[in-house]
Structures are given as structure tokens and as C-alpha cells.
């Protein structure tokens, strides 16, 4: 018992940065049609309330897919498909129609479930519905007619930004209309990603139906996904939700999420968890965090001399810092060291120092000191430390807001303590980990 409140505890302090982090902040959320046939899509409209109820402003976008399927089967019409879309032709469109005009109502009313018992007792989400996406027609292409299958002309971006900022949930359908008048069926994914490009969203998240294959990368840039496509084809619908992404991020959207439906709470995961539980796409990955080898030696000297010069660090030789270069980390930006870190661990006591950690002046403010300190943090957790130690002269207030408090020589491994440089007076902190 106590150590489950102790764990609860544990896990509300631990996602508080994340929670603050995403406070009105943009979200659009892609699931499919088969998330709402599955058993787990009660908890996933719960965990959506609950984004909702921290104060994101959420834009949902459902699939549609196998009811479609099912409607116009009961109208006994053979589907057709071509390049992976629905040919959606006159009769078609009622079913289609039908199915999603059924979803919208199935999910408007799930998400104004509030019973007691249930994780959305007291949650009152206010729900928007409209004709926010103009859609125009696909047209004929290679010969074949599409008909009623369209695709994203406009996103209302004013529209849905009003509901958004009345605290509203806007909730978009797989179907767009045209200045005609007309109905058109569209792909629910490229909805998604329209409306998160037009916003200029915080996040995408594309809910995949199926779990990630074994060991694929929590982290991906636009140019690892074209690698990845080109060297291991994924799965149809992965690769679709790969493409989304990376024309998301390349048109300015923050971060793209991909994750598995079907893992119970991995949403929660992916946005509160500093693991995650699904692929993050993003730009800024082209800085690639990673270990020091002998070659940044002479990167780490230029970017840590002039500090050095300021008395904010300790002066180290070329010397001691190729000796010293695999407590390094660094963060690489096109080649060029921007920041660096290290950590020296002192197995007898359980602890590591922190040191040296420096951020290029024209790289400072984006996060990236709080990025590498995290590393580190995950690096003395897989050595199953206890504590990191920091000692430092001027940025006590940075350490303080990265968790560390402030401590005393005795709560340093002796063997450091009897090095500590009484005329530099340097302050030191603690973070159990
Ligand atoms: C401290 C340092 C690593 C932070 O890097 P960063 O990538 O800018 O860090 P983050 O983006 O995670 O944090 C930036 C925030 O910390 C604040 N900050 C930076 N230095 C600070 C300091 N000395 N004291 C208090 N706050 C500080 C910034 O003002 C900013 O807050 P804001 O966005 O509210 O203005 C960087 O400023 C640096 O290289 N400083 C010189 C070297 C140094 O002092 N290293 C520590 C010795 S161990």
C-alpha cells in the first residue's frame, strides 16, 4: 500500500514538468476507425479527456475505414480502390456519408460521458463539429475517375482556432465539402496533417494501428524516415503515418508522435513519461545527442575556452580533456559541437559529478542545457546511481530549476570533497535520483 501511494507520488511529481510543458499548447490527435471498434477505445477517449481537463486545446480527427467498409458492403456495392484510396463514386456516398455521420455522433457522445466511477466523472468537454475542412474533388488521374474522393483544398484555420480559444474540442470527420456544395470523401491522416500544418500545431499524433516493430527508433528527423522507408519498407499504414510526419515537420509543425493505439495508455506515456512509448519526429533531431569520442575533442576546446576565460568553468588541457573525453556528451549541430557535458561517477559512494556543462551563446534558451543535464540523469540511472552532484560559481539558479538542491562537502564522495578548491567557493547541489 505504501508503496503504491509512494509510487503515485513519484509519477505526479515526475510528469509536472510535462504537464506545465503542455499547457495550451496545440494538439491534433489522428486515430482510426479501428481504434473505435476496439475494445481499448473507452480508455483512449478517457485519456483524450484528461489532455483536455490539463488545459491542451485538442483537435481530434477520426478514421473511418472499416465502418465505411461494412456500410457499403450492407449496400451490397463492391469497393473499389486505387493508390490506396477509395473510389468513392455516386453510390458510394450516402454510406460514406452514413458511416462517418454515425462515428461523429458515437464519439460526440463519448467524450460527454461524465458519469461518477468512471475516469471522466467531472470532466465536461464541450465538443465542435463542422464544415472546417474544404475538400475539392481528386479528379481523374491516370485514367481512373475518383469521383466523390477529394482532398484538402483549405483548412478554416480562424474557425477552428475560435472554438479552440473558447476552450472548445474540435472534432474533424474524414469528409470535406466544396464551395459547390459537394461532399467529399477524404483520407483522415492527410486531414490530420493538414489541419496541423495550417495551425501550426504543437504536436501531431498519429495513432497507428499496430504496435511499433521491435526496436524501432524513439527518435526520428525527416531524413532518417526517407532512410527508413527506402531501406525496410514498414508496413503500409506506418509508412503512410511516416510521411505525414515528416511533411508536417518540414512545414514548421513543432513535433509528430507516432504510437500504438492498441498499448493501453500510451498516449499518457508518449507526452508524460521521459521515455515516451511510441517514434518521435522532429527537426531539431539533426542535433544529435551522443557520447564524446577523441575526434570532438577540438570542438569541445572552442566552445568551452572562452568560458573557461570567464572563470564560469574549470580551466582544462587539451591534455586532460582527451584523457577525460568518454565522461563527455555532446550535442553535434551539421557537424559543429554546440554544447557538451560531463559526468564522472564515483561507483564506491553511487554518485556522479556534473560537470562542464556548456551551451553555445547563439544555442542558449531552446532547452538544450536542460536536454543534456536529462541525458545524463538517464545515463546514471542505467548505472543505477543514487545521487548526482554539481559544483558550480554562477548558475545555481539554473541547476536549482533542473532539480538539484542545495547541499554540503559532506555530501560529497570524500575522495572528491578533499579536492574541493576553497578559493573558488564553488556552491554545491544534489539530485537524488
Ligand atoms: C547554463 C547553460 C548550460 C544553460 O543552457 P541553455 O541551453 O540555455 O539552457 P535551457 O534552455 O535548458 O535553460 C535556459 C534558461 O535558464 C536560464 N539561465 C541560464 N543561465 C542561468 C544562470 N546562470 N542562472 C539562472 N538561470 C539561468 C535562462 O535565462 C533560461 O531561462 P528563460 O528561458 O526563462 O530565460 C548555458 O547558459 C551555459 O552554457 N552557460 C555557461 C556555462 C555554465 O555556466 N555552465 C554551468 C557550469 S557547471
Request: glycine fraction near 6%; charge should be negative.
Amino acid at each position: 500500500m505504501q508503496d503504491t501511494s509512494a509510487n503515485i507520488v513519484h509519477w505526479f511529481r515526475d510528469a509536472a514538468p510535462y504537464i506545465n510543458r503542455h499547457r495550451e499548447k496545440t494538439f491534433v490527435v489522428y486515430f482510426s476507425g479501428e481504434a473505435i471498434d476496439s475494445a481499448g477505445f473507452d480508455n483512449l477517449i478517457h485519456d483524450l479527456a484528461i489532455l483536455h481537463a490539463l488545459g491542451i486545446r485538442l483537435v481530434l480527427v477520426h478514421g473511418a475505414r472499416p465502418q465505411i467498409e461494412r456500410r457499403i458492403r450492407l449496400e451490397e456495392i463492391t469497393p473499389w480502390f486505387a493508390h490506396g484510396l477509395r473510389i468513392t463514386d455516386d453510390r458510394s456516398l450516402n454510406p460514406v456519408i452514413e458511416a462517418v455521420g454515425r462515428l461523429r455522433v458515437i464519439i460526440e457522445a463519448r467524450l460527454s460521458l461524465s458519469l461518477a466511477n468512471t475516469p471522466m466523472s467531472g470532466s465536461r468537454i464541450r465538443v465542435c463539429s463542422g464544415n472546417f475542412i474544404t475538400a475539392r474533388p481528386l479528379g481523374v488521374r491516370n485514367g481512373i475517375d475518383f469521383h466523390h474522393t477529394g482532398e484538402v483544398r483549405r483548412v478554416q484555420t480562424d474557425a477552428i482556432e475560435a472554438q479552440l480559444a473558447s476552450g472548445q474540442c474540435v472534432l474533424l470527420s474524414p469528409l470535406g465539402y466544396s464551395p459547390t456544395g459537394e461532399v467529399f470523401n477524404l483520407s483522415a491522416e492527410d486531414v490530420a496533417t493538414r489541419t496541423a500544418i495550417a495551425l501550426g500545431a504543437d504536436k501531431l499524433i498519429l495513432m497507428n494501428d499496430r504496435a511499433l516493430p521491435d526496436g524501432f527508433p524513439s527518435q526520428l528527423t525527416p531524413a532518417q524516415i526517407d532512410e527508413l522507408l527506402l531501406d525496410h519498407s514498414p508496413s503500409g499504414m506506418l509508412a503512410k503515418h511516416l510521411q505525414n510526419a515528416r511533411e508536417a515537420i518540414e512545414a514548421g509543425v513543432q513535433r509528430c508522435h507516432v504510437i500504438d493505439h492498441e498499448r493501453d495508455g500510451s498516449l499518457l506515456l508518449e507526452l508524460f513519461t521521459r521515455d515516451g512509448a511510441g517514434t518521435l519526429v522532429s527537426a531539431e533531431a539533426f542535433e544529435d545527442i551522443r557520447q564524446a569520442t577523441i575526434n570532438d575533442v577540438g570542438g569541445i576546446l572552442e566552445l568551452i575556452e572562452p568560458l573557461e576565460r570567464d572563470g564560469l568553468l574549470v580551466r582544462r588541457s587539451r591534455e586532460q580533456l582527451e584523457l577525460e573525453i568518454d565522461h563527455f556528451t555532446v550535442i553535434q549541430r551539421d557537424g559543429k559541437i554546440i554544447a557538451c557535458a560531463a559526468l564522472y561517477p564515483y561507483p564506491e559512494e553511487k554518485a556522479a559529478e556534473i560537470a562542464c556543462v556548456a551551451v553555445h551563446p547563439e544555442y542558449r534558451q531552446d532547452r538544450r542545457g536542460e536536454r543534456l543535464v536529462e541525458y545524463l540523469e538517464k545515463a546514471a540511472r542505467l548505472q543505477r546511481l543514487k545521487y548526482l552532484f554539481v559544483l558550480s560559481t554562477q548558475t545555481m539558479h539554473w541547476f536549482m530549476e533542473q532539480g538539484y538542491r542545495p547541499g554540503s562537502l559532506d555530501d560529497l564522495p570524500l575522495e572528491r570533497a578533499a579536492l574541493y578548491n576553497y578559493q573558488r567557493q564553488s556552491k554545491i547541489f544534489i539530485k537524488h535520483l
